[in-house]
């Protein structure tokens, strides 16, 4: 039983702590690179946020390069030698990063940083003066508009059209000291998007049609537009998609790559997709610390509450033993977690409930390390990002 395995493995130590299962892990990597095929999958460090597991994954058959979420945070990898190629997955405003970018050989050999409009570019001149070649990505949208003024996606890129795409294009070209070698389309409203959700039919009946109608529309569009853009620079890679859309951006003839993180851990927000189920890898532990009644305990600390919209499936869900919730007039709170159900009866003070955050790399801004299990028992303890002294968020 996996609760007996990692009470096991961990009896040693004091909740709250956090722990990667490396056999849920592993499964994880290669349930996802089975689901690329083929495609090479570009490692998305938001999700992670522990190093040791980024050098785990590039390490493994099918895995290629990082997609960062800061440009401090990709100049710090490339410090680490992580990986060659840091892709920074948002635009920046650091102007010292920006700078140290600029004054580093080798980081300007590896790290592309991702501009949506001219003003990136100005604000890059900017902060640095005269440069030699930075590397840098055209993000496009990828978002479905099915009429106007109706945006379904993330708010993201302003470059929507093929037309618009190779318009920048042509303007990046012609700026001294910029080199175009990437186009970046993440179709945040199915990637990010379950089609289950469990217990609701009508939403996820809303969710399939969306990602239906879509899919079809994005695939045109970007495909038009990385050929647009390809009529002005000699693109190096094309990156789509994310754990929840791997199948449908790789069906993409323009996409070269594609992205994935939290698929290698498993959140509860990724228990909502049809074609795929990830094993749980990323778990967390608390104590109970009180019996306020024969059917609840209630556990100390645990109000990871993750980020995005602030309703219910955002907060961290009790995964073992199971048969446990929360309370719905109470939820994960700072210093106290109450839980209820049949197996709260079971519970004693000082056991622990193994507990899963709604995301992925969230959870690790609230731990300085985490315990890797194998088995029953700990193989070894590596730091967060956190326990290494950075935050990138």
């Known amino acids: 039983m996996r609760r007996t395995r990692l009470d096991a493995a961990t009896k040693d130590l004091d909740p709250p702590f956090a722990i990667v299962d490396l056999h849920a892990f592993d499964?994880?990597?290669?349930?996802?690179?089975?689901?690329a095929a083929g495609h090479?999958?570009?490692?998305?460090?938001?999700?992670?946020?522990?190093r040791e597991l980024v050098s785990?994954?590039?390490?493994?058959?099918?895995?290629?390069?990082?997609?960062?979420?800061?440009?401090?945070?990709a100049l710090w990898l490339s410090d680490q030698d992580v990986s060659e190629d840091l892709l920074v997955a948002y635009p920046t405003a650091d102007r010292a990063s920006l700078q140290k970018l600029a004054a580093n050989d080798v980081a300007r050999r590896r790290v592309t940083i991702m501009v949506d409009s001219v003003g990136h570019l100005d604000f890059v001149d900017a902060a640095i003066g005269p440069?030699?070649?930075?590397?840098?990505?055209?993000?496009?949208?990828?978002?479905?508009?099915?009429?106007?003024?109706?945006?379904?996606g993330p708010r993201r890129s302003p470059v929507h059209t093929p037309a618009q795409a190779k318009a920048l294009a042509a303007k990046i070209a012609q700026r001294r000291g910029f080199a175009l070698v990437g186009v970046m389309a993440y179709e945040g409203q199915i990637a990010g998007l379950g089609d289950n959700p469990p217990g609701q039919p009508l939403r996820a009946a809303g969710i399939r049609f969306i990602?239906?109608?879509?899919?079809p529309e994005l695939i045109a569009r970007r495909a038009a537009a990385v050929g647009a853009v390809r009529q002005v620079a000699d693109l190096e890679f094309v990156n789509g998609g994310g754990t929840g859309s791997l199948e449908l951006t790789g069906s993409d003839p323009s996409v070269t790559e594609l992205a994935a993180g939290s698929g290698l851990f498993g959140p509860t927000l990724?228990?909502?997709?049809?074609?795929?189920?990830?094993q749980p890898a990323a778990l967390f532990a608390l104590s109970v610390v009180r019996k306020p009644t024969k059917r609840v305990a209630t556990l100390f600390a645990g109000g990871y509450i993750a980020s995005g919209t602030p309703t219910p499936d955002r907060q961290p869900s009790p995964y073992l033993p199971a048969g446990l919730r929360t309370l719905g007039?109470?939820?994960a709170g700072e210093v106290q977690t109450p839980v209820t159900g049949k197996a709260a009866e079971q519970l004693a003070i000082g056991d622990r409930v193994w507990m899963r955050h709604a995301k992925a790399g969230e959870l690790f801004e609230r731990f300085d390390e985490v315990h890797?299990?194998?088995?029953?028992?700990?193989?070894r303890t590596v730091p967060t990002y956190r326990g290494e002294r950075h935050n990138f968020g």
């Open 372 to 379: 890797l299990v194998r088995g029953d028992h700990v193989e």
């Open 27 to 35: 499964h994880n990597a290669a349930d996802l690179a089975r689901r």
């Open 211 to 215: 990602q239906r109608r879509s899919g």
């Open 329 to 331: 007039l109470e939820g």
């Open 270 to 278: 990724f228990d909502g997709y049809r074609a795929f189920t990830p």
């Open 56 to 73: 785990r994954a590039l390490d493994r058959p099918g895995y290629a390069g990082v997609m960062c979420y800061s440009l401090a945070e």
């Open 40 to 50: 090479p999958i570009r490692v998305a460090s938001k999700s992670i946020r522990v």
């Open 131 to 152: 440069h030699s070649d930075i590397r840098v990505c055209l993000e496009l949208d990828v978002s479905w508009r099915p009429l106007p003024g109706l945006h379904i």
